[in-house]
T-cell receptor, first 113, second 114 residues
């Protein structure tokens, strides 16, 4: 069955550290890829999305993600995290052949001030 | 600009009953998506509606259904409720412009099935 894997369940960083959160999916066809963020006590927000074209996608709040088709990956990056980036991050994939959307289990990011 | 609103915010039902949840998208947004969030299964996609048509559908049984009205408001219905349907049901509205999608989530409806 198709799945989305976020291998890091909890990541703890100090402010100004660089961030990379992994996301891998197990589907060989065409996909759309997403990263969502949920800050404590707030609603989910869409960070960025990959449809097609440039595999390096820039999102809100300085985040970016790179789609590497050969590795079935869509890792989220930020060069320098802030305390306010403390949140849960979800990767998601839409499978093009059946439009089903799958989410990863989420990665909790804690940024120490 | 008002955000995505969902009603009711909290709901308690018993097994076998049915429930209808409502979502009002941001003005101008024509796409509405529904998600289920539980501690055990995490976030799961239910379905997406665009211009009154179901555009995408997740892997949920037929007890879960939805519809969208001409004003883009959407309803989700769950029939013959089961204990496992207890969850936070999130609605999101979105607008696509070129290759950019803007999506906003509502606060959710927390459903408890007893």
């Amino acid at each position: 069955a198709q799945s989305v894997s976020q291998h890091n369940h909890h990541v703890i960083l100090s402010e100004a550290a660089s961030l990379e959160l992994g996301c891998n999916y197990s589907y060989g066809g065409t996909v759309n890829l997403f990263w969502y963020v949920q800050y404590p006590g707030q609603h989910l927000q869409l960070l960025l999305k990959y449809f097609s074209g440039d595999p390096l996608v820039k999102g809100i709040k300085g985040f970016e993600a790179e789609f590497i088709k050969s590795k079935f990956s869509f890792n989220l990056r930020k060069p320098s995290v802030q305390w306010s980036d403390t949140a849960e991050y979800f990767c998601a994939v839409i499978l093009y052949n059946n439009n089903d959307m799958r989410f990863g289990a989420g990665t909790r990011l804690t940024v120490k001030p | 600009k008002a955000g995505v609103t969902q009603t009711p915010r909290y709901l308690i039902k018993t097994r076998g009953q049915q429930v209808t949840l409502s979502c009002s998208p941001i003005s101008g947004h024509r796409s509405v998506s529904w998600y289920q969030q539980t501690p055990g299964q995490g976030l799961q996609f239910l379905f997406e509606y665009f211009s009154e048509t179901q555009r995408n559908k997740g892997n949920f049984p037929g007890r879960f259904s939805g519809r969208q009205f001409s004003n883009s408001r959407s309803e989700m219905n769950v029939s013959t409720l089961e204990l496992g349907d207890s969850a936070l049901y999130l609605c999101a509205s979105s607008r696509t412009s070129g290759n950019q999608e803007t999506q906003y989530f509502g606060p959710g409806t927390r459903l408890l099935v007893l």
